[in-house]
């Protein structure tokens, strides 16, 4: 009697153990082909649960094969695409091991191929045919790319008079508003620059599109989880449907880049529970701080009230995480201030500088260097944060302000011995803090000669005498220092350089500087994050892409998002798990992603699996 109850129970627990096991843990894979029957490799497939607001996403292999990694059972909304063909659409009842096959075709409307493309390959497709074209492009390049992916505005077509008046409206710096001065640089070429666009993107224009490789190997072996953070009413623009959604989600590319309607990420960190935190630029009534539960997908915010009793809640801007776990932002109350949230209880304190010091500002970043100390950005240098004694230290750009323009402070980033950095992005130029001694240096960057050569000598002299250049207004050959990160195992300080198309290496010791030129000059970094292996990792903020840079190997590695329109401006990467994952906000889809990457190991399992 014993024995056979025992018997039954073991069955039970079979039943149990496999029914759990369907309802948890299920394969999807398939291949992609085109309608020809050719397998396609390199294209991204995606996966959504019916009421999730969880997409998954994975490329095929160089066999035109995909696979999944184990999902939960349930329908699924699955989809692929990739650049010249249109996106095919399945729904799949993931009740056990699936195989959805998929097959593309091409697309045959120019203007829908066109639409399809990321901001890089827009760029790359503007001609330079003549020296004015290529004069021409470099302001794009540097002037209208500072705000927005080129992606966006090229999807548009007018006339010569029609984008003059779009230049008249992006030339009133601070966002056209009236009572500002025009940009001087964006004011000179502002007939030649309308000739240009109309010529490129008028009425009647023919492109041609430029290519590149699908991703492969490495970049082919990752998976995109991203997640949905709810669009607000009210922000970005009072066009956004009731519904809170917006009409185009960067999910079908050939619906082209989305706008920004609604959106309220910013920047990003990821917790020790491997949730995602996200700071909000935007005005709104709701968030100061948000979290995305990854398990889950699950959004909560986090507010500190404005103190105009307005209701808004304080924007914030960069975000890092300490070694405790603690995670520290820039956070605007009235007076902009550094805050410190708790994850585990959701606490949040605000320290503001004391009067006698300029508060945080600038496009702040904030980092923790070595010692544990709180970097973060101020409008005319950086500003050091003692966590333990609660003090401020400060340092100060020696120039901020000359007679050509201001060299406000973007990027700034901690080092593993103590000392900050910061970065002039007007003025090419990075400024240094010694920790011990209070000493500021300032380095500056070479020219982008290319650019600087190209141009006459007449040409050159005109900007000579332009008294507005700044971070939104740089010279045609700027490099344009941006955001940047310290090698906290190593002695080296990379900089993203958005104008100049390049990495800058600083030596932290010796100071000494040394460009590294992307593969491709419409690649345009912004942030930079340096993992425990020297590997330096970035987002190409206008390229839907981010890159890694393995600099022993004198390597680059693309990574292409699922999604278009991404613009990020910030990431991260943490390595606690012994797998990599890099974090990131996805700007103008409103969402908060995560990349990570499967070695051949991983992808040889799934193969057996779904094969069973």
């Not at 650049?83 to 075709?105: H, I, M, P, T, Y």
């Not at 066109?114 to 540097?142: C, F, Y």
Request: hydrophobic share 35%; charged share 20%.
């Amino acid at each position: 009697m014993t024995r056979m109850r025992s018997m039954l129970l073991a069955t039970a627990a079979a039943i149990l153990a496999t029914t759990s096991a369907q309802a948890a843990d299920q394969q999807l894979s398939g291949a992609i082909t085109s309608a020809a029957g050719q397998k396609l490799d390199g294209v991204v497939v995606s996966a959504k649960q019916v009421g999730s607001t969880i997409t998954t996403s994975v490329y095929t292999d160089a066999q035109g094969n995909y696979y999944f990694p184990p999902m939960a059972a349930g329908k699924y909304q699955v989809w692929a695409q990739t650049l010249g063909f249109e996106q095919s659409k399945a729904q799949v009842d993931l009740s056990a091991n699936k195989r959805q096959n998929l097959s593309l075709k091409t697309i045959t409307d120019p203007e829908v191929k066109w639409r399809q493309l990321p901001g890089e390959l827009v760029w790359a497709s503007l001609p330079a045919d003549t020296a004015e074209d290529v004069h021409m492009k470099q302001i794009i390049h540097n002037n209208c790319n500072g705000c927005h992916t080129p992606s966006y505005p090229f999807q548009f077509r007018f006339d010569a008079q029609g984008w003059s008046r779009i230049i008249d409206l992006m030339k009133q710096i601070g966002g056209g508003l009236p009572d500002r001065p025009v940009n001087q640089i964006l004011d000179m070429n502002q007939k030649q620059l309308a000739a240009y666009l109309a010529k490129v993107r008028g009425p009647n224009s023919v492109m041609k599109i430029a290519e590149r490789p699908r991703p492969s190997g490495e970049a082919a072996r990752v998976v995109w989880t991203l997640y949905d953070v709810p669009r607000i009413q009210g922000v970005g623009t009072n066009s956004l449907p009731a519904a809170n959604n917006a009409d185009n989600d960067g999910s079908n590319w050939a619906m082209g880049t989305p706008s920004k309607a609604g959106l309220i990420v910013h920047d990003d960190a990821m917790d020790f529970n491997g949730n995602v935190w996200f700071t909000s630029n935007s005005a709104n009534n709701l968030v100061t701080v948000g979290m995305v539960n990854t398990k889950t997908g699950e959004v909560t915010y986090k507010k500190v009230p404005r103190a105009d009793g307005s209701g808004r809640a304080a924007p914030t801007h960069g975000i890092a995480r300490d070694g405790e776990g603690n995670l520290w932002f820039d956070v605007n109350p009235g007076r902009r201030s550094l805050g410190k949230i708790e994850p585990a209880s959701g606490k949040i304190t605000v320290f503001p500088t004391p009067e006698t010091m300029q508060p945080l500002g600038g496009a702040v970043t904030v980092d923790v260097d070595g010692k544990g100390m709180i970097w973060a950005s101020a409008p005319t240098g950086v500003l050091r944060f003692n966590p333990k004694t609660a003090e401020f230290t400060e340092y100060k750009s020696t120039q901020p302000k000359r007679s050509y323009g201001t060299g406000g402070t973007y990027g700034a980033a901690g080092d593993r011995d103590g000392n900050g950095w910061w970065a002039q992005m007007g003025f090419d130029t990075i400024g240094k803090a010694d920790g011990v001694t209070g000493k500021v240096t300032e380095i500056v960057l070479p020219e982008n000669k290319k650019i600087r050569d190209f141009l006459t000598p007449q040409q050159v002299e005109a900007y000579g005498k332009v008294t507005d250049i700044s971070t939104g207004n740089p010279y045609p050959w700027a490099q344009g220092p941006r955001r940047m990160g310290t090698d906290k195992s190593g002695d080296v300080l990379w900089v993203g350089d958005s104008w100049g198309s390049s990495l800058a290496r600083i030596d932290t010791k010796t100071n000494a500087v040394t460009m590294i030129p992307f593969p491709d000059p419409s690649m345009q970094p912004y942030h930079i994050h340096v993992d425990s292996k020297h590997n330096v990792w970035g987002n190409l903020w206008t390229n839907d892409q981010i890159f890694k840079y393995d600099p022993s190997a004198q390597k680059w590695t693309m990574f292409e998002l699922p999604v278009r329109g991404t613009e990020m401006r910030h990431l991260s990467v943490d390595e606690r798990s012994g797998t990599v994952k890099i974090s990131m906000p996805v700007y103008r889809t409103n969402q908060m992603g995560v990349m990570t990457i499967r070695s051949e190991a991983d992808i040889t399992k799934l193969k057996s699996s779904a094969s069973n």
